[in-house]
């Protein structure tokens, strides 16, 4: 089956540093990786979607200056929070898929990386 | 308001018992999705409902889809402390660009 690895999959920083959080497609090529948040006791809210070799396009509410995406190969995705605060802190969570060879309703979710912001 | 509501927001069963976990959506479903997550880990998939009035079943676990209604409903059969954690259904938005979680129900299974 399709796998998709985080990396780290937990991290603690100092407020105002920054954070990368990488997200790989191990044994499929993914021409769409998304981003989700899940906050303590809450849901996962899409942040925003990738597509390979193009533009982040990020929900309503999330700050793309902030939330950093590249999507520069098709087997891997970052994201950079910058400048993280305390308010940052969650539970991230990639999921990827490959429209030319499946369904557009077939993602593959990571295992996440919970980021604590001290 | 959330597009995808679940009920009960929390469940709390003897171990044996039978439950039931449902997911309504505010917008006509063209798929539903179950996952279950441990508290803080990531998703396991659990099934994929695409036809009105299709019904799964993986072990204990049984989902339904019932696309007039814009609902579904996960049963699971003689709970066990392992079925515990959160149950989430999701949905795709705009023609798979937006997948949408509801705001999950969180099972607990008394031994």
């Known amino acids: 089956g399709a796998v998709v690895s985080q990396h780290p999959s937990w991290v603690i920083c100092k407020s105002g540093t920054s954070v990368k959080i990488e997200c790989r497609s191990l044994?499929?090529?993914?021409?769409?990786m998304f981003w989700y948040r899940q906050f303590p006791k809450q849901s996962l809210m899409l942040m925003a979607t990738s597509n390979e070799g193009s533009k982040a396009t990020y929900e309503q509410g999330v700050e793309k200056d902030k939330f950093l995406i590249n999507h520069a190969s098709l087997t891997l995705s970052t994201l950079t929070v910058t400048s993280a605060h305390p308010e940052d802190s969650s539970f991230y969570i990639c999921s990827a898929r490959d429209l030319r060879v499946s369904s557009y309703n077939e993602q593959f979710f990571g295992p996440g990386t919970r980021l604590t912001v001290l | 308001s959330q597009e995808l509501e679940q009920s009960p927001q929390s469940l709390i069963v003897q171990e044996g018992k039978n439950l039931t976990i449902n997911c309504t959506s505010s917008?006509?479903?063209?798929?539903l999705y179950w996952y279950k997550q441990k508290y803080g880990e990531g998703l396991i998939f659990l099934m994929m409902?695409?036809?009105?009035?299709e019904e799964k079943s993986h072990e204990k676990i049984t989902a339904k889809l019932d696309e007039k209604k814009q609902q579904s409903s996960l049963h699971i059969t003689a709970s066990q402390p392992s079925h515990a954690g959160i149950y989430l259904c999701?949905?795709?938005?705009?023609?798979?660009?937006?997948?949408?979680f509801g705001p999950g129900t969180r099972l607990s299974v008394l031994p």
């Open positions: 409902l695409q036809k009105g009035g």
């Open positions: 917008k006509t479903l063209y798929g």
């Open positions: 999701g949905a795709w938005r705009r023609y798979g660009q937006n997948f949408v």
């Open positions: 044994d499929f090529q993914a021409t769409t």
